[in-house]
T-cell receptor, first 110, second 119 residues
Framework: DAKTTQPTSMDCAEGRAANLPCNHSTISGNEYVYWYRQIHSQGPQYIIH???NNETNEMASLIITEDRKSSTLILPHATLRDTAVYYCIVRVVYGQNFVFGPGTRLSVLP | GAVVSQHPSWVICKSGTSVKIECRSL??????MFWYRQFPKQSLMLMAT?????????EQGVEKDKFLINHASLTLSTLTVTSAHPEDSSFYICSARDLRASGEHNEQFFGPGTRLTVL
């Protein structure tokens, strides 16, 4: 079973920041938080992952709370092409498969 | 980043026929590949784990004789859906783990998926 809970859906205005929350209260010390997204009829696309420090790359920022029980993915300037299902997954590095929950369906509105 | 391809991207077949789907890691070697299935409006579900040179490990409820997996090289795994039926219609996605990855880098990459429609 997925170890995370996410809102079912969210809307965001184009050009604004999209903040996607994720709860992972049972996360273990050696588990990372990964974020993937899936645009309709495509394979999952890696966004970012982190252990305890906040992370930023060209796609997004990942903010992890100090107790590591929750995190937020931030898309700083959402575009229509960011409309997708976003999956938050906890997993050890070099672990086995990814366990996908239902994710959050983000709709970026013009 | 590392690239994983799948072929075909979509396929339509008649009930009772077999369909082979290929998963290739294009610029890295993968000792382990994973096969997922995704039904409409649902999330990805792991079907099996494929290890190069050994038998695949299937998840509970997945028929190994129906979904044949072969991982004959470090860059290729195949999934064959035998005697396909309409209920096998789904989106099949593979992922591959980069053998060279180390440290904190993401080491697993997903293919674009194959949509199977069985008539």
């Amino acid at each position: 079973d997925a170890k995370t809970t996410q809102p079912t859906s969210m809307d965001c205005a184009e050009g604004r920041a999209a903040n996607l929350p994720c709860n992972h209260s049972t996360i273990s010390g050696n588990e990372y938080v990964y974020w993937y997204r899936q645009i309709h009829s495509q394979g999952p696309q890696y966004i970012i992952h982190g252990l305890k420090n906040n992370e930023t790359n060209e796609m997004a920022s990942l903010i992890i709370t100090e107790d590591r029980k929750s995190s937020t993915l931030i898309l700083p300037h959402a575009t229509l092409r960011d409309t997708a299902v976003y999956y938050c997954i906890v997993r050890v590095v070099y672990g086995q498969n990814f366990v996908f929950g239902p994710g959050t369906r983000l709709s970026v509105l013009p | 980043g590392a690239v994983v391809s799948q072929h075909p991207s979509w396929v339509i077949c008649k009930s009772g026929t077999s369909v082979k789907i290929e998963c290739r890691s294009l610029d890295f070697q993968a000792t382990t590949m994973f096969w997922y299935r995704q039904f409409p409006k649902q999330s990805l579900m792991l079907m099996a784990t494929s290890n190069e040179g050994s038998k695949a490990t299937y998840e509970q409820g997945v028929e190994k004789d129906k979904f044949l997996i072969n991982h004959a090289s470090l860059t290729l795994s195949t999934l064959t859906v035998t005697s396909a039926h309409p209920e096998d219609s789904s989106f099949y996605i593979c992922s591959a783990r980069d053998l060279r990855a180390s440290g904190e880098h993401n080491e697993q990459f997903f293919g674009p998926g194959t949509r199977l429609t069985v008539l």
